[in-house]
C-alpha cells in the first residue's frame, strides 16, 4: 500500500483514536533492508496499527550500540510509503525532534532514560512548540509518579494536545523475573489522575525476554489499558540490541491473536444491575475495614501510651515477627498471597507507628 503525506495525518490521526493501538517493530533500526522487510511482515499480519524503531538508543555504558542516527530515519520514511502504516521513534533531545519531524515521522515518543531527567524533557517539549504531533511519554526508570505527571505536564504546556502513556516498568533491585518491575499500582494511579490519556503497555521492557510478554500483555489488556507495545525483528536472535525481548512479526500475529481481548463496559441491563450490588457489597465491605483499622489504630494509641510512660522503643521486633507469622498462615488458609498480605501488614504497621510517634512526643 502506498502511502502520500498527504493523506497520512488523517491515517495517524485514525489510528491514534483506534482501540485497541498495537504498535510494533524492532528495538534498533539497524539496516534499511531490515527495516523495511520487518514493516512489510508486520503489515501483513493485519494486526499491527503503526511500526517503531529505535533510532537513537540511549544505552547505560559507553561502547554499546547507541543506533543508527538520523541516517536510519529515511527508511522510516519508505517503510511508511510501502505500508501505509504511520511511524514512530524515540527522541531525547531538540536536535532528534526537529530531525524526526523533517523526515515526517508520525508520533514520537519519550524514552524512560529522557522522563527521569526535567531538563531533558523541557528540551524536547521546546522543540515541541508550534508542532502538531501525538506524544507518547514512558514511565521514568525509577518509579516516581510525579517525574512522570511533570513529563506530562511539561508537554502539555508546549502546546502538544495528543498525548499518550506507555507503561514499561520500573527498575528494581533484586527482581528477578522481570527486567523492569511491572508495579502496576503507579501506572493504574497514573491512570486513575489521568483518565482521558491513552495508556499502553510495553511487555518487551518489562519482560525482556520474550517468553512472558504474552502473560504480561494479557494482564495490561484485562486491566483495561488502550493498546501494547511490543518489539518484533525478521531475526531476534541476531538482533544488535535487545535480542531476547524480540519475537518475529509472525510469532507477534500468534500472540495477538491468543490475547483475549476484553472490553470495559457491554450495554445489558443485567450486567449493570448484577454489577452494581456486587460493588455495593464491596463499598459496605470497605467500610466495614476503615472502621476497623480506625479502632486498631486508637488501640495502638493506648499501646504507644503505655510505651511512653515505661519509657520503652516504639518498635518491638519480636512482637512485629510474630504479628508477621501469624499473619502469613491465616492469609494461606484464606486464600490470600504472601505478597499481598506482606504489603497490607507493612502499611498497617507504618500508620500505628505514625500514631504510637506522636504519643511519644506529646508534650
Known amino acids: 500500500m502506498q502511502a502520500t503525506e498527504a493523506n497520512m495525518k488523517e491515517v495517524t490521526q485514525a489510528v491514534w483514536n483506534k482501540r485497541p493501538l498495537v504498535i510494533s517493530g524492532p528495538c534498533s533500526a539497524e539496516t534499511e ?33 547507541e543506533g543508527v542516527g538520523t541516517k536510519g530515519l529515511p527508511w522510516m520514511q519508505k517503510a511508511k510509503q510501502l505500508t501505509g502504516l504511520p511511524v514512530t521513534v524515540e527522541v531525547a533531545t531538540g536536535k532528534q525532534v526537529e530531525d524526526a519531524l523533517h523526515f515526517g515521522i508520525d508520533v514520537l515518543w519519550i524514552g524512560a532514560r529522557t522522563t527521569v531527567n526535567p531538563f531533558s524533557v523541557q528540551e524536547v517539549a521546546d522543540a515541541l512548540r508550534g508542532v502538531d504531533v501525538p506524544v507518547l511519554i514512558k514511565n521514568p526508570i525509577n518509579p516516581d509518579l510525579e517525574l512522570w505527571i511533570g513529563a506530562v505536564e511539561r508537554v502539555a504546556k508546549a502546546g ?24 502496576w499500582h503507579l501506572a493504574i494511579e497514573m491512570k486513575r489522575r489521568n483518565p ?11 519482560c525482556g525476554r520474550r517468553d512472558i510478554l504474552l502473560d504480561v500483555a494479557q494482564k495490561a ?71 476497623i483499622l480506625s479502632q486498631r489504630m486508637k488501640v495502638s494509641e493506648k499501646i504507644g501510651q503505655y510505651k511512653k510512660d ?38 498497617v504497621h507504618m500508620e500505628s507507628i505514625s500514631h504510637q510517634n506522636k504519643i511519644m512526643n506529646d508534650e
Open 310 to 347: 515505661n519509657n520503652i522503643t516504639i518498635l518491638q521486633t519480636n512482637r512485629w515477627n510474630s504479628i508477621l507469622e501469624r499473619a502469613y498462615a491465616q492469609g494461606e488458609k484464606l486464600g490470600l498471597s504472601k505478597e499481598f498480605v506482606t504489603k497490607y501488614f507493612d502499611a
Open 33 to 65: 533492508e531490515q527495516v523495511i522487510e520487518t514493516a512489510v511482515r508486520l503489515q501483513k499480519t493485519g494486526k499491527v496499527d503503526m511500526l517503531r524503531a529505535g533510532i537513537w538508543k540511549p544505552r547505560t555504558r559507553p561502547g554499546s550500540f
Open 160 to 183: 502538544i494536545k495528543q498525548i499518550g502513556l506507555i507503561h514499561r516498568g520500573f527498575s528494581s533491585y533484586g527482581n528477578s523475573e522481570y527486567r523492569n518491575a511491572p508495579m
Open 221 to 291: 489488556i484485562d486491566l483495561d489499558y488502550d493498546g501494547l507495545i511490543i518489539e518484533s525483528h525478521i531475526t531476534p536472535d541476531q538482533a544488535w540490541s535487545d535480542a531476547k525481548q524480540q519475537v518475529t512479526p509472525e510469532v507477534l500475529g500468534e500472540m495477538l491473536s491468543a490475547i483475549s481481548w476484553r472490553k470495559e463496559d457491554v450495554a445489558s441491563e443485567e450486567f449493570h444491575a448484577q454489577m452494581e450490588k456486587l460493588r455495593q457489597q464491596i463499598n459496605h465491605l470497605d467500610d466495614e475495614l476503615m472502621q
Open 196 to 206: 482521558g490519556i491513552m495508556l499502553i503497555n510495553d511487555p518487551s521492557h518489562i
